[in-house]
């Protein structure tokens, strides 16, 4: 059982930056694959990026590709995003995932993970 809770989101005008954090708890966090997900207004839980257990692998949706970084420390049981040149329609409730499968890494799919944190809300002004 892996329990998650985020941290780190706010009210940044476009272009800028914030990172954000995600403690897990439970002794198996390091075996599990992480990830990040945001889910705006009245759209889909859509994926944002993920990380293979050791952190080797990284892997992002187009639409932060570039923007976005995925890391993680497995000592303290961390996993961050830090985003930059925030755009307006990167505006959602950003969650953080774990699962306890390798494929999840490549699915991103919403499905694939089996843990998630309560979302912490990211507001772009334009």
């Known amino acids: 059982q892996v329990q998650l809770v985020e941290t780190g989101g706010g009210l940044v005008q476009s272009g800028g930056s914030l990172r954000l954090s995600c403690a897990g708890s439970g002794r198996t966090f390091s075996s599990n694959v992480m990830g990040w997900f945001r889910q705006a207004p009245g759209k889909e839980r859509d994926f944002v990026a993920a990380?293979?257990?050791?952190?080797?692998?990284?892997y992002y949706a187009d639409s932060v590709k570039g923007r976005f970084t995925i890391s993680r420390d497995n000592a303290k049981n961390m996993v961050y995003l830090q985003m930059s040149n925030l755009k307006a329609e990167d505006t959602a409730v950003y969650y953080c995932a774990a699962s306890d499968y390798g494929s999840a890494v490549v699915s991103r799919s919403v499905g694939a993970f089996d843990y998630w944190g309560q979302g912490t809300q990211v507001t772009v002004s334009s």
């Open positions: 990380i293979s257990r050791s952190g080797g692998s990284t």
